[in-house]
């Protein structure tokens, strides 16, 4: 079962709007959760990531927003820029957990 | 330059004949784990280590076998390949448990199993 689904296969947005990358968890027990950047033939790299004690963490353009009871988390890059189309993975964990789920990828491309 | 190298980088080989993807960390990383990412359905955990000596099995461990003999290698070994573990596979490693520590990645090994 997949604990953590991104419904997005893809999205496409302007350069300097914002990106919306979407994630859905369905285990109540995860704690922790990251986002990952892919681009092709290279492994995925760490994006920034948020604890269950937070709602919200900004790292420059990039904000992650979680909210627990809707068993949500969205990642926003303002502005978007060429540079950041690659494939978006949201990752989850429990503390007590050794192991971390990853959703299925979205697909970001940014247009000139 | 710190890294985490897969060998071999794209291998196509036949179903029954046994193969082993290296991984090596030069960050003296505590926890390591080897991942798959198929269409559809993401990065799924298939092995990780906590340290020498201590592995355990993730998501899908199905048809796979792992060792740490030594805290910078942790080499996935598949004993009798079938065309179901046609796969993109990465290694990773972080400081610690890897749950509250970010991971990084290697930059992926294609097998085809024909």
Partial sequence: DQQVKQNSPSLSVQEGRISILNCDYTNSMFDYFLWYKKYPAEGPTFLISISSIKDKNEDG??????NKSAKH????IVPSQPGDSAVYF????GYNNNDMRFGAGTRLTVKP | EAQVT???RYLITVTGK?????CSQNMNHEYMSWYRQDPGLGLRQIYYSMNVEVTDKGDVPEGYKVSRKEKRNFPLILESPSPNQTSLYFCASSPDRGITQPQHFGDGTRLSIL
């Fill in chain 2, 6 to 8: 897969q060998n071999p």
């Fill in chain 1, 73 to 76: 988390l969205s990642l926003h």
């Fill in chain 1, 90 to 93: 949201c990752a989850a964990s």
């Fill in chain 1, 61 to 66: 353009r990039f904000t992650v927003f979680l």
């Fill in chain 2, 18 to 22: 046994k193969l082993t993807v290296t």
